[in-house]
Structures are given as structure tokens and as C-alpha cells.
């Protein structure tokens, strides 16, 4: 055989391998899927979603789980969002390239690989009791908000690198100050970046069950909370104890599974809305 | 030339240049004259653009650099902790390199200047956006368009937008970053002759590669090598007959 048919074969082994590769993975995915569809689908009901449980669990709905995680998640991004999109402007802006910004960085980086068990703890720690928050709402909120911070400061700075240097100083070169330059000539067009990784970063908030379960979540309550001081409801946490904890375990096994598909809808969902925002607003600076 | 005496305009008095240790100009001294055009040629890696940059303290902005030495605006040291760098850099317009039009419309490019200092009177807006595009022999190819994004422009329509919108906030003295680096020789030759046009209201100065270009439409020359000023003189006189040696060498092409 020649040279250049060994080459050609060599390629298409390769091509081949990388393609089963990736329906391997997308395999998995939508086998996972359909599991979950096709177990959960069947309770899912408009009294599935707008109703409260009944019985232990075992008959009605789950709405104060899906209304306490979106309230949680709120909470979230009313804390990630702004703290995270201005300690990036900061970061990728202002701060002077030193050793100390380098390794700001790299704990940040680190603290987004930390397990959301630990960030429950801390939680429970500064927020529930060192600050008497107690386990509520926006002790869970906060915890959450925490968690999501690297991943927002790290996707916002990543945004603003794309930026090129010559919109920054073609605004500076026509008597700019540099916060003006920043403004109006750098954020409008990281701001769809920042946004689509803050949103995933909510995303995966809004599905995490430890850093909830100590600072906020609650397994049944009577009442939707009132206020940020009440205590909660949560889908992924309701999940957790349906496919694990319940004394009728069973029985509620295809309410566990709608559960689990209603909590996939909203994450995707999530992730859908950062994908369209990025859309939207690229197109509108075309 | 006319018989008045020339007023300098811009100058730069023993100005040395480094980036972190590594030095990058070292003792140079350029005089700008006003209503006439300053070229400073040079092989890559001279410091002609580290130079004009200093012009408008636009190496503030990179960091681990430092300067020394006096650079004069109408005798005023523009380092002077009274002097406003935002002001002096309105004063002091800049036409970069490579075009780099802001991602909006052609008319949002020009009013950009005018906007962040606070300009909202849409006529006001619009008559500077004329008068900028018309200077800088543009209006006729984009009056129709004003709204289209300045991306849909072609590279030299690009360049010649980037110096209408340099030109809209009024500077006195106009900086080219060897502006001509990426666009066409058509789109090369228009902007030589709008230089000829622009000198009559400002003081001009262009770095470039390109010797022919110097010649063609500066008054003065200034002639750097390795961070250093080699010959600084009258166009003519540093093309036909420089004092140099290297001056001679480089203009003649034997090197750079």
C-alpha cells in the first residue's frame, strides 16, 4: 500500500472514531431523556403543575416546588448578576495585570470547581447563623448566589476579552474618559456574552439540591413563602427526597419522575432563553 | 511655502520611551509645525508609532510603559497635572492603522465624539456629521446610507470614516498611525489628497512605511532608527539631499 492510501485510511479511522464518540454521548442523552419522558409525562397535568401536594406526597402537585425555585433562583440572580458583571469589568478593565489580580483570578477559577456541598455548608455557616438569617429563603438564595459568582465573573470577563483593544481606544483617541469608552463602546457589545453565561450559570442554581437543603429548602410546607425569611419548597430538593427519602417510595415513584421532568424543562428552558438572548442581541448590532 | 514664520505646534523636547526595561525611543526631539504636514518614516520597529502615540498619551493606556522627557502643545507640557488627558486627546485627534469604525451606524460612528461630550441636538448632530463626512471625502459615496453599519463599507471608505469621526469633535492637530497599511492604492491616493486638503486647517503628522507617500505629501520629514531621531528636515531636502548617511541609505532604498 502507498503512502497516500495509508494516510486517507488513517484519516477516515480517525473520523469515524471522533463520530462514535459523539453519538455515544448524544446516545446517553437521549436515552436519559426518554427515560424520564417517558415515566414522568404521564403526571404531568395542568393539576400536576398548579397544585399543592397532598396526602405525603402521594396525589396532588407540585407548584409550591416549582414557585420556590423560581422565587430561589431570583434571589440568585439578583445577587450574581450585578456583583458578578461589575467585579469582571473590574478585573478585565481596571485592576492592574499583577501577581495579586493573577491569582484573584485563579481562585476564582478554582472556587467554580468547588462542590455545591461545601458552598450548602459555608451557607449555613455565614448566612443561617452567623448573620441570623436563618434557614429561609434568602440564606438559600444567597448560598446559591454565591455559587453562581465564578461562573458569572468568569463568563463576563471572557465577554469582555472579545471586545477588541481598537473600540477601546477609538473612543479614548476622540476624548473619551475611560468609564465613557467602557459604557458605550465595550459593555453593549459584551453584555450578550455576560448574559448567556449568567444564565447558565443560573440554570444550574436553580437545579442544585446541597447548597439548598441546609440554608432554605424545606420537604413539605402548608403555605407558599411569604417572605424572603420564610422557608421553601424546591424542585430539586423535592426530588431528592421522593427518589430517596420517602417512606412510600414506590408509590410516588412516577410523581418523583414528573418532578425530574418539569425540573429538566425549566433548566433547558434557561438555557434555550440565554441562547435566544445572545441571538436577539447580536443580530440587532448587525 | 508661504514667507510668514512657521509656528511650531507640537513638539517633543528629549523624549524617551520604555516598554517595562526594554527602551524604545531615547533622546528624540520633533518639531510639528502648524497648517503643515509631518511625516516620520523609518523601518519597522523604529518607534514612529510608540512616537505619535506619545503625542496623545495614548501609551497611558498600556501598562508597565513610562516616558521621559517634555512634549509641548502650543508650548504647554501636555504631562502638566493641570493638563486634562481627555481633553488634550480631543485636541489631538488619532486615525489608527487599521479602520476600526465602531460596530453602528455610519452617522452614530461620527456623532460618537460629539455624544459622550454631551452633544443631544439632533440637527446640531447632523450638520457636523455632513461637514465631518464632506472633510474627510466621504458624504457623496454614504449621504443616502447614514444609517447602514459602518461595516458594510469598504476598507478605505472605512479609514475615511475613522478621520471624519476624528474630525467631528474639532481637533487642532490630526495623528496618523500609518493609516494606509491596510486599504488599496485607490483608496491610498484619495487619502493623500485629502491630506493635502486637511493640512490647510490642521496640523498634521503621519507615520508611515511608505517613503513614496512621505515624499509626496509631507512638508516635513522626520527619519528614525532604533528609537532614535536620525534626520529631521524639510521633505525635499531629506530626499535629495540628506545629511546622513543612513538618511541617504534608507530614502534610496538600500535598507528598511
Same mark, same amino acid.
Given at each position: ?72 433562583t431570583m434571589?440568585t440572580a439578583i445577587l450574581a448578576i450585578p456583583l458578578g458583571m461589575s467585579a469582571a469589568i ?34 449555613? $455557616? =455565614?448566612? !443561617?447563623?452567623?448573620?441570623?438569617? &436563618? #434557614?429561609? *429563603?434568602?440564606?438559600?438564595? +444567597?448560598? @446559591?448566589?454565591?455559587?453562581t459568582l465564578?461562573w458569572t465573573i468568569t463568563a463576563s470577563e471572557e465577554a469582555l476579552k472579545t471586545i ?22 465595550v459593555l453593549p457589545y459584551a453584555v450578550p456574552g455576560m448574559l448567556t453565561g449568567t444564565v447558565l450559570g443560573l440554570a444550574r442554581a ?42 412510600? $417510595? =414506590?408509590? !410516588?415513584?412516577?410523581?418523583?419522575? &414528573? #418532578?425530574? *421532568?418539569?425540573?429538566?424543562? +425549566?433548566? @433547558?428552558g434557561m438555557n434555550m432563553t440565554a441562547v435566544i438572548i445572545r441571538y436577539r442581541l447580536r443580530r440587532k448590532q448587525? | ?256
Open positions: 500500500m502507498n503512502q497516500r492510501a495509508r494516510k486517507k485510511i488513517t484519516q477516515a479511522i480517525g473520523f469515524v472514531l471522533l463520530r462514535v464518540c459523539l453519538y455515544l454521548v448524544l446516545a446517553v442523552l437521549l436515552l436519559f431523556l426518554y427515560d424520564i419522558g417517558s415515566k414522568g409525562g404521564g403526571v404531568i397535568s395542568w393539576e400536576f403543575l398548579s397544585q399543592a401536594p397532598r396526602r405525603g406526597m402521594t396525589e396532588g402537585g407540585i407548584f409550591p416546588a416549582i414557585f420556590g425555585t423560581f422565587i430561589v434571589i473590574y478585573l478585565n478593565e481596571y485592576a492592574r495585570q499583577s501577581r495579586l489580580t493573577r491569582l484573584i483570578r485563579l481562585s476564582i477559577r478554582n472556587l467554580s470547581g468547588v462542590p455545591s456541598i461545601v458552598y450548602g455548608i459555608f451557607g449555613v $455557616i =455565614l448566612f !443561617v447563623n452567623i448573620m441570623h438569617f &436563618g #434557614t429561609s *429563603l434568602l440564606s438559600a438564595g +444567597l448560598t @446559591l448566589g454565591l455559587m465564578p477588541p483593544q481598537s473600540y477601546r481606544e477609538g473612543a479614548l483617541a476622540l476624548g473619551a474618559t475611560k468609564w465613557q469608552s467602557i459604557r458605550t463602546n436553580a437545579g442544585e439540591t446541597a447548597p439548598i437543603m441546609f440554608t432554605g429548602a424545606a420537604f413539605f410546607l402548608p403555605y407558599l413563602p411569604k417572605s424572603p425569611g420564610d422557608q421553601f419548597m424546591a424542585l430539586p430538593y423535592h426530588l431528592y427526597i421522593m427518589a430517596t427519602q420517602h417512606h412510600a $417510595i =414506590l408509590q !410516588v415513584r412516577p410523581l418523583a419522575y &414528573g #418532578t425530574a *421532568l418539569v425540573l429538566i424543562v +425549566l433548566v @433547558l448587525r | 511655502m508661504s514667507a510668514e514664520p512657521l509656528k511650531i505646534r507640537m513638539e517633543a523636547r528629549g523624549l524617551d520611551f520604555y516598554y517595562g526595561a526594554k527602551k524604545a525611543l531615547n533622546k528624540v526631539d520633533i518639531a510639528c509645525f502648524e497648517n503643515r504636514v509631518t511625516a516620520i518614516i523609518g523601518p519597522s520597529g523604529c518607534g514612529k508609532s510608540t512616537f505619535i502615540r506619545t503625542l496623545n498619551r495614548m501609551n497611558d493606556v498600556i501598562p508597565g510603559t513610562r516616558m521621559e522627557g517634555t512634549i509641548l502643545l502650543d508650548g504647554k507640557n501636555i504631562h502638566d497635572p493641570d493638563v486634562d488627558v481627555v481633553e488634550l486627546r480631543r485636541r489631538v485627534g488619532m486615525v489608527f492603522q487599521k479602520p476600526n469604525p465602531f460596530p453602528k451606524s455610519i452617522f452614530d460612528n461620527i456623532a460618537y465624539g460629539l455624544r459622550i461630550n454631551g452633544m443631544r441636538d439632533k440637527r446640531k448632530l447632523e450638520e457636523v456629521a455632513e461637514r465631518s463626512l464632506r472633510g474627510a471625502a466621504l458624504w457623496e459615496e454614504v449621504k443616502d446610507r447614514l444609517d447602514e453599519n459602518a461595516f458594510s463599507l469598504s476598507g478605505g471608505q472605512q479609514q475615511r470614516l475613522c478621520i471624519a469621526r476624528a474630525l467631528a469633535v474639532e481637533p487642532e492637530v490630526i495623528l496618523f498611525d500609518e493609516p494606509c497599511s491596510a486599504i488599496d492604492p485607490i483608496a491610498t491616493a484619495k487619502f493623500e489628497d485629502l491630506i493635502e486638503t486637511l493640512k490647510k486647517s490642521y496640523t498634521v503628522i503621519i507615520v508611515t512605511h511608505n517613503m513614496q507617500q512621505a515624499a509626496r505629501v509631507s512638508d516635513f520629514t522626520a527619519f528614525m532608527m532604533l528609537g532614535e531621531l536620525v534626520e529631521f528636515g524639510v521633505t525635499d531636502k531629506i530626499f535629495t539631499n540628506p545629511t546622513n548617511k543612513l538618511t541617504e541609505e534608507y530614502v534610496t532604498g538600500r535598507f528598511g
